[in-house]
């Protein structure tokens, strides 16, 4: 509005279009015309919406949280394996004992009374070796659990890096959508206190009643609260973006929609999701891990097999000065034979929850397909809206322009003309916030068949590469440094 002191967003020109496209026809150029969309970027200041997502690859806070996840996953691997290496353990320990002896004369000692005092001072050390030979294959299980693990967790990780994409897409056009419309009607505003000011003096000569000043006034007092609703809109999508991106919006470019990357009809994004989208994949290693935790548990019910090594060195252990020397290999074998029910319980449930995630990737896909056809048909709504939207612009152009001059002669009120430039100012924003939505769909169409990434839309920005983790820290033998360095 004119006289607001305006943040450095709101005041901020947009783009002529809110992305570029063959399909746009003459809409845009419409839309330029207009001039509600005037001031473009150069391409040296504007903000790309590729420089954007590669922000939020690179920092978005719930991306890196679900990647510090897939580390600790990792680590899993590593304890499995322990199962197979061996357990050494050192003891020690000193102390002191003091013995004293007192014989009385009697026939046995000749008539003589002897008195004896032993001070010794305890002492050993030890090393004590146990290692697993066969332990009902609960290592083996457990080793391929945590693998199972690692790969459902990379599974989730790729389906959070889509969200992340996908939010930040949304939020870079929602400010283009917010920006452009609060120009509409800022611009609204200024033609009708243009507006109001002819018919006042139009009212001054005789020529309008009181009326039409009213409807005038009404109909700016209207847009001016329709301007600072969108200067409101603008202010959360701002925020938004922020949250998602990392930074401020600056000089925004036009965004674009990704249809080239999209499979070419919908029984084919649905071959696509159902076949390979992160999240069915992370269920079906649910799945596996699941049922590997009831094989884990069965084990505690077999015997186990192993071998232990010790060797230990003593000194006064009964006399001042002694000094021996022990070793010993001995195999064990453990046969559970009862623990009170407590295996079964823990087995039975371990079977039920491999059931329920069985379950649960069902419902994953059910939730893919429902989403593929829900963003397929949004994009294709999207694609006629602008259609429409383009043609209903140029015809509310046409009429506005016609009413203005029948209303010149007489042939139409104020209100006519009022209602002519309401419609226009509708039929823009309604084509904007097509624009806006035909971008968000197809990147909606790409996150549903699970291929949103930045991979695909090649990003400019180091990708992650969870395996690199992985293979530091699987075989690891001691130390508790991360891979890092903390």
């Known amino acids: 509005m004119p006289g607001r002191d305006m943040s450095p967003h709101m005041r901020r020109p947009v ?3 809110l992305f570029d496209g063959k399909t746009a026809g003459t809409g845009f150029a419409a839309l330029a015309a207009a001039g509600f969309l005037a001031g473009a970027a150069t391409s040296v200041s504007a903000q790309t919406m590729e420089a954007a997502l590669g922000r939020a690859y690179a920092g ?26 061996p357990k050494i353990n050192a003891s020690a320990d000193i102390g002191a004992s003091i013995t004293e002896s007192d014989t009385p004369a009697n026939a046995t000692t000749r008539g003589v009374h002897s008195t004896a005092i032993s001070r010794l001072a305890p002492r050993g050390a030890g090393v004590t070796i146990d290692q697993n030979i066969f332990d009902g294959g609960k290592t083996r299980n457990s080793v391929s659990q945590a693998e199972s693990q ?5 599974a989730t990780l790729r389906n959070t890096e889509q969200n992340v994409l996908l939010d930040a897409a949304t939020s870079y056009m929602n400010v283009l959508r917010d920006t452009a419309i609060l120009n509409l009607n800022r611009n609204n505003v200024e033609v009708l206190e243009e507006q109001l000011r002819q018919t006042r003096d139009r009212f001054q000569v005789g020529e309008v009643t009181r009326t039409d000043v009213a409807q005038a006034e009404a109909r700016l007092s209207s847009s001016q609260s329709q301007a600072i609703l969108a200067e409101s809109n603008l202010k959360t999508s701002i925020a938004r973006y922020r949250q998602n991106v990392g930074v401020e919006p600056r000089a925004l470019a036009p965004g674009r929609p990704v249809e080239n990357l999209l499979p070419k009809s919908l029984p084919g994004a649905l071959q696509v999701a159902l076949s390979g989208h992160p999240a069915i994949i992370a269920s079906l290693h649910g799945v596996d891990a699941a049922e590997l935790q009831v094989k ?9 097999l192993g071998v232990r090594g010790q060797v230990q060195q003593r000194y006064d252990s009964t006399a001042f000065g002694d000094n021996r020397t022990s070793a010993s290999l001995v195999g064990t074998l453990t046969i559970p034979i009862y623990e009170g029910g407590q295996v079964y319980s823990r087995t039975r449930q371990a079977k039920e929850t491999a059931g329920q995630r069985r379950i649960e990737v069902d419902t994953q896909r059910d939730t893919v397909r429902a989403a593929v056809v829900s963003a397929w048909g949004g994009l294709e709504a999207a694609k006629a809206q602008i259609t429409a939207a383009q043609a209903q612009v140029q015809a509310a152009e046409t009429a506005l322009a016609g009413v203005r001059e029948e209303a010149k002669v007489g042939q139409r009120t104020t209100l006519d003309v009022l209602n002519a430039q ?10 904007v916030t097509a624009q806006r939505d035909r971008v968000v769909a197809s990147y909606s169409v790409l996150s549903a068949v699970g291929k949103l990434s930045a991979e695909t839309l090649k990003l400019r920005a180091e990708h992650y590469d969870p395996r690199r983790h992985y293979d530091q820290v699987k075989n690891l033998l001691w130390g508790t440094q991360t891979p890092d360095g903390r």
Request: glycine share 4%; no cysteine; net charge positive.
């Open 15 to 17: 783009k002529r279009h």
């Open 60 to 85: 978005n806070p719930t991306l890196n949280a679900q990647r510090a996840a897939v580390r600790v996953t990792n680590e899993n691997v590593p304890q499995a394996l322990s199962g197979y290496r």
């Open 422 to 431: 309401q419609e226009l100012v509708s039929a823009r924003s309604t084509l």
């Open 150 to 154: 690692v790969l459902g967790a990379r």
């Open 296 to 304: 884990v548990t069965e084990a505690d019910l077999y015997p186990v």
